[in-house]
């Protein structure tokens, strides 16, 4: 049952960023009130990772964020790192690997990841209240009001912690950018990102490879990602192609490189060593078989290599290191890992995530115009910025 009397703070959602900024808060001895509309914490947190929560990453650094602001993650990231929450998790006893890329998973459950922040919070004597709507939210005589389920309960600050709209199957909504302008803050237009692209016109034909998968470059502007790229009934996916939709605005083509470990010449060589064999051929020696028939029809090039000139293979080289798709979109909010944009960091302090032309309102996690790439750097991006709100509130 909430206090009557005002908390120090009130926490909108009760997910990483919430729980982080309400166990640290709480911790220091601050009154704090969780909220959240589901019935339960952290429910991104438990289907993350496939379910083992791929909770930081080892590289984490301020250049795999997207941000207006690309300095803005600088000081919660330096703050708090991904070695301080990798030393929450074993102070926890949490069994743990790194699976690629710097990635550190749980050997058994993302359950135990909730589990450690209710315990934290529970140290710190935060109350909760789960399952209820916000129906209203004012700031007045120094205090802001929320009523939930009816109620109304009352705090110095609020920290807006309720994410963004990705997956709103999951519960997930743009409140917190409702909540920034009504207190007359800036939203970045936010779009899906780490989502897959969809294919059509002439290129609905890459459809038919679904579930062919191969180690690609996907390129994007001058941001490209190294890491598989999986074809799909609806277009592209895949960890290559989920980063690079994050740097994707609609507009620009996709660049692929199919074969990233071929040196250039490589085609001219095949030829030379194998003249009478066949483009297609020397493409399935590199590609699964599917791919390499396709690409091999794209490039109209049949019959024998010796039959085609140097200067055709150097072209369709080119092609084949820089192929070009035009996705027609996304598969949206309900297919998109995480959202870019978001409320503007130019309205946040950024050492303690506090918006500077309203005191004591917050904002943390996901809801901020914060994004880091696949592979751990989003919790680790609540968790800092959870940690910084935690501290100052
Ligand atoms: P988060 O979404 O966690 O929490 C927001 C909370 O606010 C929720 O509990 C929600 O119910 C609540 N809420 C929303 N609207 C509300 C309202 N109107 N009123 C009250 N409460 C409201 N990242 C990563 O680093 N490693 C990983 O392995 C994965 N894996 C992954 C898998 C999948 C399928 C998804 C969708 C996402 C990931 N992510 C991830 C991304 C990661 O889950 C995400 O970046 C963080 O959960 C963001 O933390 P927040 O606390 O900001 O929002």
Request: aromatic share 8%; hydrophobic share 40%.
């Amino acid at each position: 049952m909430p206090h009557p009397l005002p908390y120090d703070a009130i926490i909108l959602g009760a997910g990483a960023a919430g729980l982080m900024c309400a166990a640290t808060a709480g911790q220091r001895g601050k009154r704090v009130l969780l909220v959240d509309h589901a019935d339960a914490p952290g429910k991104k947190i438990l289907i993350s990772g496939g379910g083992r929560c791929n909770f930081t990453n080892l590289h984490t650094a301020p250049d795999r964020y997207i941000s207006a602001n690309p300095h803005f993650a600088k000081s919660a990231l330096g703050r708090y790192t991904a070695q301080d929450f990798l030393a929450l998790v074993e102070k926890h006893g949490i069994a743990w690997h790194e699976k690629t890329l710097g990635q550190l998973f749980c050997d058994g459950s993302a359950k135990q990841i909730v589990a450690m922040l209710l315990d934290e919070c529970d140290a710190g004597n935060v109350e909760h209240v789960l399952g209820q709507s916000i129906t209203a939210i004012d700031h007045s005589d120094g205090l802001f009001r929320v009523t939930l389920g009816g109620r109304e309960v009352s705090a110095t600050s609020l920290v807006l912690a309720t994410g963004g709209p990705s997956i709103p199957k999951m519960g997930a909504t743009g409140f917190a950018y409702e909540v920034a302008r009504q207190f007359g803050l800036k939203v970045v237009e936010p779009r899906p990102a780490l989502v897959p692209l969809t294919l059509g016109g002439d290129e609905i034909l890459f459809r038919e490879l679904s579930g062919v998968a191969t180690e690609v470059v996907a390129k994007c502007g001058k941001t490209g990602f190294r890491e598989a790229a999986l074809f799909t009934h609806r277009g592209l996916s895949g960890p290559a192609i989920l980063q690079i939709s994050s740097y994707w605005r609609g507009a620009e083509t996709i660049g692929i490189d199919f074969l990233p470990a071929q040196r250039s010449g490589w085609l001219t060589a095949a030829k030379r060593a194998k003249p009478r064999g066949q483009i297609g051929a020397a493409l399935a020696a590199q590609l699964p078989g599917r791919l390499a028939e396709t690409l091999a029809q794209r490039l109209e090039l049949s019959g024998e290599l010796h039959n085609i000139k140097d200067s055709v293979l150097n072209d369709a080289e080119r092609r084949l290191a820089d192929w070009r798709f035009s996705p027609n979109g996304t598969e949206g909010y309900a297919k998109a890992e995480v959202t870019v944009g978001g409320i503007s960091t130019a309205e946040l302090s950024s050492q303690t995530m506090q918006a500077k032309r309203v005191e004591n309102l917050y904002a943390i996690g996901e809801a901020v115009d914060v994004t880091g790439w696949l592979g751990g750097y989003n919790f680790q991006w609540a968790w800092a910025s959870g940690w910084a709100a935690g501290q100052s509130i």
